[in-house]
């Protein structure tokens, strides 16, 4: 059994476990008993992972809540569907929610958990890569409005995450490699999350074996992504400086997910082009050699991440998008850019005859 635990400091301190292994759903009860103990339960899914995985998952004293599959109802709508089914249901304060999917799932319902009655217990089952090895860690929940993604959350950390990675195996390709994305991104940051696990290499030795889902490495790459992001979320969770560097590539990807509305690539395909961007950006400011250059480049290929067409390209149109970024501070793009095998910093002056030069 693999166990990360996440240390929050501060204020709102906090421990739990993530637990990474097959089969967990089958027997979660037992972690819930250990970690939660609520006098009930509210699972949060959707109709798809209910009809794939939702037998396998039994929870005593639980009711089910099926909300509509999608990023585009992780709204205020869907939001007050399950504050409101959680007062139908009289559950008080001593009862808890459960997420039970993926990075959707998981935000909503952190941020209903956050709120309903001030704030009840939570816990994290996710059920997609992306979830596994990102989203369910670290806290962050959100809704999205019609001025943009995320805008609207809260900080909260789950009791206990369980990632049962059998369930990646009724994922599609596209989602599988949206997640792969976020860790090829870990294998470029390590050193600064404060680690060495040599990601970088295990990926380019076990490719195929990784790309197949073999579990023996699936759950190793879970592990210790899951132990690189505790790490930056133990030293600054509301991300006031080390935690930014988490975002390496998604200035560009947010960027080229917006300009096409979110509905031509998947968050990590978007990831993948701006890890390439990343690289091209210190390769032409001298931070990092050709080597590694090269070697990074020929990791992400490997991926095959394959980018749809996307007529909504321009330089100009990525640079716009940019400006509005989340990640923007006093009006300056910020850049998380390599600056070494595992290393990364933030630059916030980047040239911008030099970006539009890498962008065409
Ligand atoms: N909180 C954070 O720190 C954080 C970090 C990264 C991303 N996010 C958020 O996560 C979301 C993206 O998460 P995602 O990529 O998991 O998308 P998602 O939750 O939309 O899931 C992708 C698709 O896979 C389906 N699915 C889930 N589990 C499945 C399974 N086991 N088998 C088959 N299908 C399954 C879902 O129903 C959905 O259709 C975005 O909203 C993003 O903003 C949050
Ligand atoms: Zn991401």
């Not at 950006?281 to 990074?296: Q, V």
Request: net charge negative; glycine share 6%.
């Amino acid at each position: 059994m693999k166990e990360v635990n996440v240390n929050i400091n501060g204020a709102d301190a906090s421990t739990y476990p993530i637990f990474i292994e097959e089969k967990l759903i089958e027997t979660a009860d037992e972690y819930l008993k250990k970690y939660c103990n609520a006098s009930k339960y509210l699972i949060i899914t959707n109709e798809k992972i209910n009809s794939l995985w939702g037998e396998k998952l039994k929870v005593q004293n639980s009711e089910k809540f099926i909300i509509p599959d999608g990023e585009t109802y992780k709204n205020f709508e869907t939001l007050i569907s399950i504050l409101d089914k959680a007062s139908e249901l009289k559950m008080d304060r001593k009862s808890a929610f459960i997420a039970f999917g993926g990075g959707v799932i998981g935000d909503i319902t952190g941020f209903a958990a956050s709120i309903y009655r001030r704030g009840v217990d939570f816990v994290q089952i996710p059920t997609t890569l992306l979830a596994q090895v990102d989203s369910s860690v670290g806290g962050k929940t959100a809704v999205n409005n019609s001025y943009g993604k995320n805008l609207i959350g809260s900080f909260y950390q789950p009791k206990i995450v369980l990632a049962d990675t059998n369930t990646l195996a009724t994922l599609d390709e596209r989602q599988i490699k949206t997640g792969f994305a976020e860790v090829v991104k870990y294998s470029f940051i390590e050193k600064s999350c404060g680690k060495n696990f040599n990601l970088f290499n295990f990926l380019y030795d076990n490719i195929s074996e990784i790309k197949k889902l073999n579990l023996n490495y699936i759950n190793e790459v879970v592990e210790i992504c899951c132990k690189l992001k505790a790490s930056v979320v133990n030293k600054d969770e509301r991300e006031n400086g080390l935690r930014a560097i988490l975002n390496l590539g998604h200035t560009y990807g947010h960027a080229l997910e917006k300009i096409s509305n979110y509905e031509i690539f998947t968050h990590g395909e978007a990831v993948a082009a701006g890890l390439q961007v990343c690289f091209d950006l210190s390769l032409a400011l001298g931070l990092i050699s050709d080597d590694y250059y090269d070697k990074a480049a020929e990791l992400i290929n490997l991926f095959e991440f394959n980018l749809p067409e996307h007529p909504y390209y321009t330089p100009e149109k990525i640079a716009e998008a940019m400006k509005f970024d989340k990640k923007v501070q006093n009006g300056k793009v910020r850049f998380v850019l390599p600056t070494g095998t595992g290393e990364v910093n933030i630059f916030d002056n980047i040239d911008k005859d030099l970006l539009f030069k890498i962008l065409k």
